[in-house]
């Protein structure tokens, strides 16, 4: 039972347009997101977060958007650059929880030159 | 400061061995969580740890899977007896409390 659903398995984008990454989840008890960044061979790492107490967290390109009632969230990356090419994790914490994470799929980003 | 750090980078193992993998976290970090990936898959939670206790092994397999974090030392998640299913990267990660996560490289594990 996916708690954390990541419906894009893979997504294409040009160089210098917008990526956008899509992830729903249906737990409402999820208070904390995060999105990693995962490399072939390398462990994912950290790249933006946001409390569900906020609905945008902006960090140079990225941005993340919460959109609680819809229980969905998305990252966009703004301009989209061939470096951003990996596995893009959502991730979510259980309010109360001891911070154990709980991954969506992942979606595949390839950015085109 | 080195990262979190995970080795081996990459193990074999017959089925029926043991597997053994480490995972040192980051300086000043109590809290470690294990993750395991298996092809085409996301990240799975297996457990989570700090020093000398299990938090939440919930996501652990119930036979020949176990976890330490003692007081010295790494952190080890040692599979007993393993089968062809075992077979996945297993990631280390570590935070203080409230933080994000920092994860390692992973050891890749190949049963054969």
């Known amino acids: 039972d996916q708690q954390v659903k990541q419906n894009s398995p893979s997504l294409s984008v040009q160089e210098g347009r917008i990526s956008i990454l899509n992830c729903d989840y249906t737990?409402?008890?999820?208070?904390?997101f995060l999105w990693y960044k995962k490399y072939p061979a390398e462990g994912p790492t950290f790249l933006i977060s946001?409390?569900?107490?906020?609905d945008k967290n902006e960090d140079g390109r990225f941005t993340v958007f919460l959109n609680k009632s819809a229980k969905h969230l998305s990252l966009h990356i703004v301009p989209s650059q061939p470096g951003d090419s990996a596995v893009y994790f959502c991730?979510?914490?259980?309010?109360?929880?001891?911070?154990?994470?709980?991954f969506g799929k992942g979606t595949k980003l390839s950015v085109k030159p | 400061n080195a990262g979190v750090m995970q080795n081996p980078r990459h193990l074999v193992r017959r089925r029926g061995q043991e597997a053994r993998l480490r995972c040192s976290p980051m300086?000043?970090?109590?809290?470690v969580y294990w993750y395991r990936q298996l092809p085409e898959e996301g990240l799975k939670f297996m457990v989570y740890?700090?020093?000398?206790?299990?938090?939440?092994e919930s996501g652990m397999p119930k036979e020949r899977f176990s976890a330490e974090f003692p007081k010295e030392g790494p952190s080890i998640l040692r599979i007993q007896q393993v089968v062809r299913g075992d077979s996945a990267a297993y990631f280390c990660?570590?935070?203080?409390?409230?933080?994000?996560?920092?994860f390692g490289q992973g050891t890749r594990l190949t049963v054969v």
């Open positions: 991730a979510a914490i259980l309010e109360g929880s001891q911070g154990n994470l709980i």
């Open positions: 737990n409402s008890m999820f208070d904390y």
């Open positions: 946001i409390s569900s107490i906020k």
């Open positions: 300086k000043g970090h109590s809290h």
């Open positions: 990660a570590s935070s203080l409390m409230d933080t994000e996560a920092f």
């Open positions: 740890l700090q020093k000398e206790n299990i938090i939440d």
